[in-house]
């Protein structure tokens, strides 16, 4: 498996903008291993690790079409980076990396020609991506350029597309399971931030080769990403293992990560309900009692 990355190198893409500790962290923890890593950047970047290749994305996809695709009313860079990473694959025969994909472990994995990962629920996770058959990867930017400037739906340009693409081939394509690249799913990311849940991160983790970081849920978290995590939780320890904390400014104290953690659970089983929140719930109930009674 890490030959195949070793023999394409691997491709990024940054907006524009200064990386956080962590995303070097995660380019780093490449680097290390000798990895050739390029990143496609639409403006100026800071904190770039030495070794990084920048390149300019217009060399892939011109910045106009960054406007292109359509969720919700506006421009939406989720759906525009689908585009952008079946391009590159395209244009460079590089295997496609989300900057907030960590490398944990040198395993021997099977060779495939292909790197296509599912996630736990059953969808396909396109964190890494790697599609040799070109009649995959010109089906979905066929499909995708049919879409531009129209509604889009979340997810029509990505995970749901390849599939159709893998299944219209006819092509028999070999799958890996999340366990090797995504071990820790979305709704558990934060627990590799938390000491109590170190144990349980090691065990999840035994056979991986990667780690995503899912950037969007620490971003909903509120984690400050130029801080490293606390000593003892999973993260920390691989970050240490790997001689990566000296990037970060300083660590997380436990106490501090443990209420910011309790604050995101509590945020998402519906606990901490904001005042507009209240309003929505209570306003139609008030409705209902001001009728009945003015009857």
Not at 2 to 31: D, H, N, P, V
């Amino acid at each position: 498996m890490l030959s195949t990355i070793r023999q394409k190198g691997i491709g990024g893409f940054w907006f524009e903008g200064r990386l956080s500790a962590l995303e070097r962290a995660c380019i780093q923890s490449y680097l290390n291993m000798g990895l050739r890593y390029t990143i496609f950047s639409y403006g100026k970047l800071g904190n770039i690790p030495d070794g990084i290749v920048v390149e300019d994305a217009n060399k892939i996809v011109h910045y106009s079409m960054t406007q292109r695709l359509i969720y919700k009313g506006k421009p939406d860079l989720s759906h525009f980076s689908d585009l952008f990473r079946f391009e590159m694959i395209r244009q460079r025969d590089l295997v496609w990396h989300d900057l907030d994909l960590m490398i944990i472990a040198d395993k021997a994995l099977p060779e495939y020609k292909d790197i296509i990962v599912r996630e736990e629920q059953g969808g396909i996770n396109g964190a890494i991506l790697y599609v040799s058959d070109a009649r995959i990867i010109d089906f979905c930017l066929d499909e995708i350029h049919k879409l531009l400037d129209r509604e889009l739906t979340w997810g029509q340009t990505g995970p749901r597309l390849l599939m159709e693409a893998i299944t219209k081939s006819g092509r028999q394509t070999d799958i890996y399971n999340h366990e090797s690249f995504y071990p820790l799913e979305h709704y558990d990311i934060w627990k590799a931030f938390h000491p109590g849940y170190c144990e349980f991160c090691k065990e999840k983790s035994k056979s991986a080769l990667t780690i995503h970081l899912f950037n969007n849920i620490l971003n909903s978290i509120g984690m400050w990403k130029d801080m490293a995590p606390p000593k003892g939780c999973f993260l920390y320890e691989q970050l240490e293992k790997m001689n990566l904390l000296g990037l970060f400014k300083e660590t997380y104290p436990e106490k501090v990560m443990t209420s910011i953690l309790e604050n995101f659970q509590y945020r998402q089983n519906g606990k901490a309900l904001g005042i507009k929140t209240i309003i929505r719930e209570i306003a139609p109930s008030i409705y209902r009692t001001y009728k009945h009674y003015r009857r």
